[in-house]
């Protein structure tokens, strides 16, 4: 037996939920219909539709003029180097140090466990001469060794991912003559999926929306970024209001599609991330 | 590795899987830290490698100059914001776990903001913001609002909450969807039971849902008030810590790149670092004893 609240509790929640909605959509609304409108219409039609919906020539602008063309061909090296070797890194050390006993063991665990402690931002003065000796400054490589070997989030995850497979699995493949390295290749990796889905998601969220780190180490104008070409672009072109949300348009679209298809992977990937 | 004994492989095992990952991790981790620490006692400009030994000059200077520390008062909006973002998600967590028409539906548009990329948002918002054209108040303006009008980016009384307000709009629908997965998780026939004992909806709100969560809002906390002292992002893009919006992250930078002064801007790292490393400590003790 289900007893339905009263009718005003159920109205007062959809209103509430409208009114965030409203909240949530009214900035997206309103750059979403500037970005089809010339410069005039903008200063003028206000909140209005534009009169011209396959007006594209906002878009062709930005993408040209602002490199955004350049900003997703380099992060989009960098997000694949560094997923591939944020996964293979990170499995390999949740199977040395999740499956095996050895002398250096705690220091190494203890190395990561104080990693989480160390705000990336904060060490970032230090980090840059580092950078700069191993003449990595205005390199792609910057980035991407960075996100590896300074965020840690990986470890974590599939450390926490690894203790529920049961050590039998090893031990009968070792009775059957399996190599460790086939263990670990056939066994380990495969099982540790789930873990994986949910890291590539939110590395591809904050490697894709990084703006400090290529900020910082690749000033250089062949190696921009999205994040750093839309930020190069406004500064000259601060008034053009319309080409500038033809621009933050096209930077939302590919991580909105994403969403939109694998929802509920990153629901379960968001909650996993953080709680753990 | 053919026919090699298990002892051997477990050698080339954690030697060759070991390796590397850890290299990085004293490469771009433990060596930062660690120089950062040094450079804090010197008077290094960040060019070439000339430094002198100067004590605890640096870290003198930083508790002396009232403006220094005082931007603190800035990081605080970011503070408060994620206070109130914490309330709000967790009054949308708990309608959006109970059984409501298009439930899935307001979860995703509410969660929207987390994924937009976050230097696009906050260009979004210059356009949002402006005094003249931006759509607020243009949008108020339409409603018969004109006397809300505002610089909202412009009037320094205001400016700081307006940039705050972006961070609530973009993560508020995170802490939603983590405060939902905790939610998920509580068993329901403790509902069911409180329900038949006559509690009313807020006092299994206030008897059930929060103290089983409990872990996680305190979580979510820490990590808005870490978050808070690490503001950057938001006020850096927006305004460049003009009109009074500097944060200490943004004066670090500017300290160390644009003043030349690394020595203290090293030293105010290792002050933030200090401050984070406790609350995330405290954090991970009370976590610790709740499990």
């Keep these: 037996m289900e007893v339905r609240p009263p009718l005003w509790v159920t109205l007062a929640k959809y209103i509430s939920l409208l009114a965030a909605m409203f909240v949530v959509l009214f900035p997206i609304y309103s750059i979403f219909v500037g970005a089809f409108k010339t410069k005039e219409e903008y200063y003028q ?33 960098i997000l694949v180097i560094t997923l591939i070797g944020n996964i293979i890194l990170g499995t390999m050390v949740a ?14 665990m203890g190395m990561y466990l104080m990693a989480t402690f160390i705000p990336m931002v904060t060490t970032q003065v230090a980090t840059f001469t580092v950078v700069k000796e191993l003449g990595l400054y205005n390199n792609l490589g910057a980035p991407i060794l960075i996100y590896l070997g300074a965020d840690v989030l990986q470890i974590t995850i599939y450390l926490q991912f690894i203790r529920n497979i049961p050590k ?26 789930p873990a994986t889905a949910t890291l590539l998601i ?14 910082l180490y690749m000033p250089s104008q062949d190696l921009r970024v999205v994040s750093t070409a839309l930020y190069a672009f406004i500064g000259p072109n601060a008034a053009q209001f319309n080409v500038i949300s033809a621009g933050i348009l096209i930077i939302f679209i590919p991580t909105v599609i994403v969403f939109l298809f694998m929802q509920r992977y990153i629901f379960s990937g968001v909650t996993s991330g953080a709680v753990k | ?3 090699l004994s298990y002892k051997t492989q477990r050698i080339l095992i954690l030697f060759g899987f070991l390796l590397i990952p850890v290299l990085l991790s004293l490469t771009f981790t433990y060596i930062p830290a660690a120089s950062l620490l040094y450079f804090s006692f010197t008077d290094w400009t960040g060019l070439g490698w000339e430094m002198n030994w100067v004590g605890l000059d640096n870290y003198k200077e930083i508790f002396s100059r009232p403006e220094i520390f005082g931007v603190f008062k800035n990081n605080a909006y970011y503070f408060v914001g994620g206070l109130i973002q914490t309330a709000i998600s967790l009054y949308f967590a708990v309608i959006l776990t109970n059984r409501l028409k298009g439930r899935n539906f307001f979860r995703v548009m509410l969660f929207l903001p987390y994924v937009l990329h976050s230097v696009a948002v906050v260009i979004m918002f210059r356009n949002v913001y402006h005094a003249e054209y931006g759509s607020l108040n243009i949008f108020l303006d339409a409603v018969g609002l004109n006397s809300w009008q505002q610089e909202w980016l412009g009037n320094p009384s205001l400016v700081n909450i307006s940039l705050a307000f972006i961070s609530m709009w973009k993560f508020m629908g995170l802490n939603m969807v983590i405060f939902i997965g905790a939610m998920q998780s509580i ?17 299994s709100f206030r008897f059930i849902t929060l103290p089983s969560i409990n872990g996680v809002v305190q979580l979510m906390l820490i990590m808005s008030l870490a978050g808070s002292l690490e503001a950057f992002d938001t006020p850096y893009i927006m305004m460049k810590g003009a009109n ?14 644009k003043f030349q002064k690394a020595g203290l801007a090293s030293a105010m790292a ?20 709740e499990k």
Aim: aromatic residues 16%; negative net charge; charged residues 20%.
């Design chain 1, 45 to 77: 039609s206000g909140l209005g539709l534009p009169q011209d919906w396959f007006n594209f020539d906002n878009f062709s602008r930005v993408y040209e003029v602002g490199k955004l063309g350049l900003g997703f061909k380099n992060i989009l090296i």
């Design chain 1, 95 to 108: 199977y040395a140090l999740g499956r095996f006993d050895f002398k250096l063991k705690k220091l190494i």
């Design chain 1, 168 to 193: 039998d699995l090893d031990e009968s493949a070792m009775v059957e003559g399996a190599s460790l390295f086939k263990i670990y290749r056939s066994i380990i990796f495969p099982l540790l999926t």
């Design chain 1, 202 to 215: 939110l590395k591809t969220i904050s490697v894709y929306n990084d703006f400090y780190t290529p900020y």
């Design chain 2, 1 to 3: 590795m053919f026919n």
């Design chain 2, 187 to 203: 068993p329901s026939d403790l509902y069911e039971a409180a329900k038949i004992d006559g509690a009313n909806s807020w006092q």
């Design chain 2, 244 to 257: 009074d919006t500097s944060t200490f992250v943004i004066q670090t930078v500017e300290m160390a790149f």
């Design chain 2, 270 to 289: 290792v002050v933030l670092l200090i401050m984070v490393c406790i609350l995330i400590g405290i954090q991970k003790l009370i976590f610790k004893e």
